[in-house]
T-cell receptor, first 113, second 117 residues
Framework: DVKVTQSSRYLVKRTGEKVFLECVQD?????MFWYRQDPGLGLRLIYF???????EKGDIPEGYSVSREKKERFSLILESASTNQTSMYLC????????????FGAGTRLSVL | GDSVTQMEGPVTLSEEAFLTINCTYT??????LFWYVQYPGEGLQLLLK?????DKGSNKGFEATYRKETTSFHLEKGSVQVSDSAVYFC????????????????FGQGTILTVHP
């Protein structure tokens, strides 16, 4: 079974803090994604990475950056957390293009106070 | 750009009732279509998918048919169970999953389903 692990289930941070959300997958997938989930809005793509050290902006990248130094690990960084970044964050990795299935972690619920 | 619209929720049903969750999309060409499900406290998992017109995806008693003429991918189940209570997401990815789209998913807003005994 594919496993996508997010390091924290719950995080509470203060406005202005730098926040790191970590995600690890164990299936040697090339493509990884970060989404945020908000009620009534579904999931929205923040950033994705198609290979080590390669990244592209998604639909809502403002206020976020990412890092992919190793194939299995994809980190989301909030440079200076703000209250409007309080949300559920979901990481995913994608199988081969032929199967085109994304596998999700359990999510990190971030509260910024 | 691409978009997905799901029926408004939440949906509340009694056990063994028939379920339909409507999903329509806007996209160019022939996207791949998906239903993902999120059980309480968990991440999303794939429920079913279809990659071309008239394909029917099915899994765990759920079905959805890719209708190009109506740009729809409605989810149905003939008899729901309490264990089906979850949030259901319709999603699409661009046609060229192996190319520079990298299979990016566009999601609908999600539909909360609650099934009572």
């Amino acid at each position: 079974d594919v496993k996508v692990t997010q390091s924290s289930r719950y995080l509470v941070k203060r406005t202005g803090e730098k926040v790191f959300l970590e995600c690890v997958q164990d299936m040697d997938h090339e493509n990884m994604f970060w989404y945020r989930q908000d009620p009534g809005l579904g999931l929205r793509l923040i950033y994705f990475s198609y290979d080590v050290k390669m990244k592209e902006k998604g639909d809502i990248p403002e206020g976020y950056s990412v890092s992919r130094e190793k194939k299995e690990r994809f980190s989301l960084i909030l440079e200076s957390a703000s209250t409007n970044q309080t949300s559920m964050y979901l990481c995913a990795s994608r199988s081969t293009p032929a199967k085109n299935i994304q596998y999700f972690g359990a999510g990190t619920r971030l509260s910024v106070l | 750009g691409d978009s997905v619209t799901q029926m408004e929720g939440p949906v509340t049903l009694s056990e063994e009732a028939f379920l339909t969750i409507n999903c329509t999309y806007t996209a160019t060409g022939y996207p791949s279509l998906f239903w993902y499900v999120q059980y309480p406290g968990e991440g999303l998992q794939l429920l079913l998918k279809a990659t071309k017109a008239d394909d029917k995806g099915s899994n765990k008693g759920f079905e959805a048919t890719y209708r190009k003429e109506t740009t729809s991918f409605h989810l149905e189940k003939g008899s729901v169970q309490v264990s089906d209570s979850a949030v259901y997401f319709c999603a699409l990815s661009p046609p060229n999953a192996g190319g520079t789209s990298y299979g990016k998913l566009t999601f609908g807003q999600g539909t909360i389903l609650t099934v009572h005994p």
